[in-house]
């Protein structure tokens, strides 16, 4: 199996009602070997949102990409890729919306005020 | 009795205070004596510094053996014949701190001081040292986090995307040639430049190397570099003869005075035979060098710059040439192993020295990289690398105005032999089959950033074959074919015996190949019928495997740097500029002094045609007094020799041999009288 690791964050909510964000920070290679391991921890529940950090994935397959439209779809989630590297060309390839840090993508899911 | 019977009434101290001083000086020093650089005295901050206590009465090259290479040595017999100080900032050296133990990486600032004796002669070198290592390594950690932080923000700075976007980003990867490339721009100007580099394949195998310089800096030599860089890639892509691409660019540059006097050096390798023809227009021959550490400069073409008309670069055919001079085309024969270097004038015309001894340094400094000697350049660095790396590293510390390029190429012996593996369909062999393919792609020079592309398209490719191409538990294989083409691009080959499905309505099929295809640049599936070999038509579903095809150029990236700590170039000579009218009309003679370069060509050309009036007389120059005739200085020649052949006038140069002037002027190809 490939070298991944998948933690989940809190986030601490913008203001004192809100509800915490859900950070799930990937480093490593999302690919065939472990794709089932991903998919499990993107269906974890998050009741404030979830957002998907890929800044220290290396690689990331078309399934990966695949399982991240599903996510982005069904709403209450953001992607998260930081940098130029190949995770960012290849995200930009497939169309997947993302955002370029994680302060951003909490932005979009509850926007401050 | 000597000097010191009778002290005077000057003298700093008593000789025990001032040693006692020297010792607890909290800057290192050690002072040396004689040619042989014998360790005459060394404070207690320097012995800790080094680590060693070993030190007087030996000579430095007997203490630290392993500084050969690193023009330390060089450095100090400078100081020694000269008497002229040096300094350096953040100079990396490889020393022991123990006499058996591992050589250690560090960077210092020092001062080399000449030692004069009563009598004013010079007696030795006394060298302030602070070791600066954690500095440098704290700034690096610092930029590294500004770097990320700020990327964005940085490629918004204009001038700096105008010299990314003309400069080649990318090296070719061969298969029977190692390039390397380095750029360095100026200290005095390091937003862009006039330096550019290339290296273009070309059909059959063969690869030119270019290095080219356009007179000037900033946005404009910037912006006539890209187009002269431009031009010479469309010629060399498009004609079938490298010397008519070269006639081309030299007629593209005529036409233009923003690109005339620019120079620029062009060699074709062919790595099989080892062939290299070259033309050397206005630019310094290309260096040779052997894995021994041998070093040769290949004879000059006899090419003037580029649209002066001065030589015929454009002739002669760089396919078909002779061994013998061909019209502005030299050849010569690269042994397997051996290194081609191309480099721009900025490498040899340094400050404070003559371009022969800027030759002579760049050759020692090249003999030893090619022969790994020295400094070490990093793990896995080929003898292109090194050269590239070490000869701007090393040449450039003690100060450079222009921009300095390297470009080298290396033959090898052979080319790498091709990937074949098959294991089976399973997922585990995804994994297995990229780390083998990196570990290949590594070994044929792609570097480890550039490998992500193919090997994530390959992977792809790899996955669906595992995913689709058998029923569930039935076994099979997959099979990954990868060889690297004359033309440097990788042609992966992924096959299976399995049945070919057609991706369902839902889209989760198809992705795989679809981001292959557009990572790889070119993605071709051809599937069996029975009985048959493969078809590339797609049209009709395989049952008897599928072959997936992957082309994809290979690349390096080229480096392309300026220098934070980059110490300004400062003659040593500090003679001003001057241009000064000996005799008078009807034959005008004009002694100019100091540098003829950027800063002073504008004058130069001014006092020259206000001296024959405009081109209508004669004019005589007396360039021996020069210390520095830089790209601009010449063009500022060729404006003048150009307005006195409009009135059918002639323009006489003088510089005696072994003056700054008199190389660059052969080199140039504007003749000269070799005597006042």
């Known amino acids: ?113 | 009795m000597s000097a010191y019977d009778d002290p005077p009434p000057w003298r700093a101290g008593d000789g025990e205070t001032i040693q006692r001083v020297f010792e607890q000086m909290p800057i290192a020093h050690v002072v040396l004596d004689g040619p042989g650089r014998v360790v005459v005295a060394a404070n207690a901050a320097y012995r800790s510094m080094t680590g060693r206590h070993d030190l007087v009465g030996n000579s430095l090259q007997s203490v630290f053996p392993e500084a050969a290479g690193q023009q330390l040595f060089e450095l100090y017999d400078r100081v020694y014949a000269t008497g002229v100080e040096e300094k350096a900032r953040e100079w990396r050296v490889w020393f022991r701190r123990q006499p058996q133990g591992q050589p250690e990486e560090a960077y210092v600032d020092f001062t080399g001081t000449p030692r004069r004796g009563p009598d004013g002669t010079i007696q030795g070198v006394m060298f302030s040292v602070v070791d600066v290592t954690e500095r440098v390594r704290l700034r690096r950690l610092a930029q590294q986090d500004a770097a990320a932080v700020d990327r964005r923000y940085e490629r918004a700075q204009d001038v700096a995307k105008l010299q990314e976007a003309l400069l080649p980003t990318a090296l070719p990867v061969l298969p029977r040639a190692r390039i390397a490339a380095r750029y360095l721009a100026g200290a005095a100007d390091q937003a862009a430049g006039g330096d550019w580099f290339d290296a273009v394949p070309l059909p059959g195998g063969s690869v030119a190397l270019v290095v080219g310089d356009v007179v000037g800096s900033g946005i404009a030599a910037a912006a006539a570099m890209g187009q002269l860089r431009a031009v010479l890639r469309h010629a060399l892509a498009s004609l079938p003869d490298t010397a008519a691409a070269l006639a081309q660019l030299d007629a593209f540059a005529a036409a233009d005075p923003a690109l005339r006097v620019a120079t620029v050096c062009v060699a074709v390798l062919d790595p099989v035979t080892g062939t290299l023809r070259y033309s050397a227009c206005g630019h310094p021959p290309p260096l040779v060098a052997t894995p021994d550490g041998a070093v040769r400069y290949l004879p000059a073409t006899g090419a003037g710059p580029l649209g002066t008309g001065a030589g015929s670069a454009g002739t002669g055919s760089a396919a078909t040439g002779s061994a013998a001079t061909d019209g502005g085309w030299e050849s010569a024969v690269l042994e397997p192993g051996e290194v081609v270097l191309l480099y721009s004038d900025g490498l040899i015309d340094r400050p404070g020295r003559t371009m022969e001894q800027g030759m002579a340094e760049l050759a020692a400094v090249a003999a030893d990289a090619a022969a790994g000697r020295g400094l070490p350049a990093g793990p896995g660095t080929t003898a292109a690398e090194r050269i590239c790396q070490l000869t701007v590293e090393l040449l450039t510390r003690t100060g450079h105005a222009d921009d300095v390029t390297t470009l080298a190429a290396q033959r090898l012996l052979a080319p790498p032999p091709p990937l074949d593996l098959e294991l089976p369909a399973v997922p585990a062999t995804v994994i297995s089959l990229r780390r083998q393919l990196d570990g290949w792609l590594a070994g044929i020079g792609v570097a480890a950033e550039d490998r992500q592309v193919p090997e994530l398209a390959v992977t792809e490719v790899v996955t669906n074959a595992v995913e689709h191409a058998y029923e569930p538990g039935h076994a099979g294989q997959v099979r990954l074919e990868a060889t690297l083409g004359d033309d440097g691009y990788l042609l992966a080959r992924v096959s299976d015996q399995g049945r070919w499905r057609v991706p369902g309505p839902r889209g989760d099929r198809g992705q795989g190949l679809m981001l292959a295809g557009q990572l790889a640049g070119e993605l071709i599936v051809s599937h069996a019928r029975p009985g048959e070999g493969h078809d590339d038509t797609g049209t009709e579903p395989g049952i008897h495997g599928t072959v997936v095809t992957l082309r994809h150029r290979l690349h390096r990236t080229a480096l392309v740097t300026s220098n934070a700590v980059a110490v300004p170039a400062v003659a040593t000579d500090a003679v001003p500029f001057s241009a000064t009218t000996l005799t008078a009309e009807p034959s005008p003679c004009v002694r100019v002094r100091g540098p003829a370069d950027i800063v002073t060509a504008e004058r130069l050309a001014s006092r020259l045609l206000a001296a024959c009036r405009g081109g209508v007389l004669p004019l005589s120059v007396d360039l021996t007094e020069v210390t520095v005739l830089a790209s601009a200085g010449v063009k500022a020649l060729y404006q003048v020799q150009q307005r006195l052949r409009a009135h059918q006038q002639e323009l006489t140069l003088i510089a005696p041999p072994g003056t700054p002037a008199a190389a660059v002027l052969a080199m140039a190809r504007l003749g000269h009288d070799r005597k006042v």
């Open chain 1, 1 to 113: 199996m490939s070298s991944v690791e998948l933690e989940r964050v809190t986030l601490p909510p913008v203001l004192g009602d809100g509800t915490a964000v859900t950070v799930l920070q990937v480093r490593g290679d999302i690919d065939i070997t472990n794709m089932a391991a991903f998919e499990l921890a993107l269906a974890q529940p998050a009741d404030g949102g979830l957002i998907v950090d890929l800044g220290r994935a290396r690689q990331v397959s078309s399934a990966g990409f695949a399982l991240l439209h599903r996510l982005v779809r069904q709403g209450n989630a953001a992607v998260v890729v930081a940098g130029d590297g190949i995770v960012h060309a290849t995200a930009t390839l497939v169309n997947l919306p993302f955002h370029e840090s994680v302060a951003a993508a909490r932005d979009w899911l509850a926007p401050p005020g």
